[in-house]
DNA sequence: TTCCTTGCAAACGATTTGCATTGGA
DNA sequence: TCCAATGCAAATCGTTTGCAAGGAA
């Protein structure tokens, strides 16, 4: 269930866009946003109990319209979650034993120092840097 | 052409685990020890016109030596790269638009500061890191 | 010689697509 | 109403595997 105020955001980018949003999709974002990390089509799936090749289209369409970013994991699966300017900005800790993917907030003083070093390295290898992703790998406290 | 030094840590490596260094593995190091970025097994395929079932089973049998390591991206795709112990630390620079993957070094104070920042989150998260990158997505210098 | 490795082809699993039908604005 | 969205099944694509033949130690 997404906040009424990240409702209405979608419903308003999707408006601009002439991408209607219905039953299904609505469905895709409440399952989205309540999750603590991406999920795959097939968890999705088994959640929502709707066709695979639906979920499958309606995670690209939310894709294209900037509302959902894929997330590449191991063994080819492709999980989504929220976008960033719906979500907030967040980083990656990733399981190399049991793959599950767990999303962080870093505090504010270490964001801005990340920014920094990622300004510092862009620039010296004449990269336009748009966005920046930190992920941790290890154990998760289930796996430890 | 990995350098000899390379050459002699992946052929102890292997024979320590009795996996056997045949022409075939030598051609995969040799293409992915030379690239500046990680390479997909279809890349591979082309460059070194083997087999593609034999491109994958020997990218796998490296990886469980711990030779190479995988890189997950864009619609599926997995690329390989040399493993950090051979190749050094570095982070990426994935273009969002031709999808190119680069490997960066950043400089040491840096590499510090990043570190304790990961120690900092991945305690309060409990969570045991093992290895981190730096993903820094945005535009290359070739596409910008 | 003895296994490990290779090649080929068939099998697989995740994702996409064609087409007829349904449904939202 | 009218075109986008959906459901189903078939097609695709990257990757894996069975099995017989070849090659390294």
């Not at 989504?80 to 399981?95: K, R």
Request: net charge negative; glycine share 8%.
């Amino acid at each position: 269930m997404p906040t009424a105020s990240v409702e209405r955001q979608i419903e308003s980018r999707l408006r601009d866009r002439d991408v209607r949003y219905t039953r299904g999709r609505r469905a895709l974002i409440g399952a989205l946003s309540s999750a603590d990390g991406p999920k795959s089509a097939s968890e999705l799936f088994v959640e929502l109990g709707m066709p695979l090749s639906s979920v499958y289209r309606s995670l690209n369409v939310l894709e294209e319209a900037g509302v959902v970013i894929p997330h590449h994991g191991a063994r080819g699966l492709t999980r989504y979650e929220m976008a960033e300017w719906l979500a907030g900005h967040h980083h990656h800790l990733v399981c190399v034993n049991c793959g599950s993917v767990e999303d962080i907030q870093i505090p504010q003083g270490h964001e801005t120092r990340l920014t920094s070093i990622i300004r510092d390295v862009a620039t010296a290898a004449s990269f336009t840097p748009t966005d920046h992703s930190l992920e941790i790998e290890g154990r998760c406290s289930r796996c430890a």
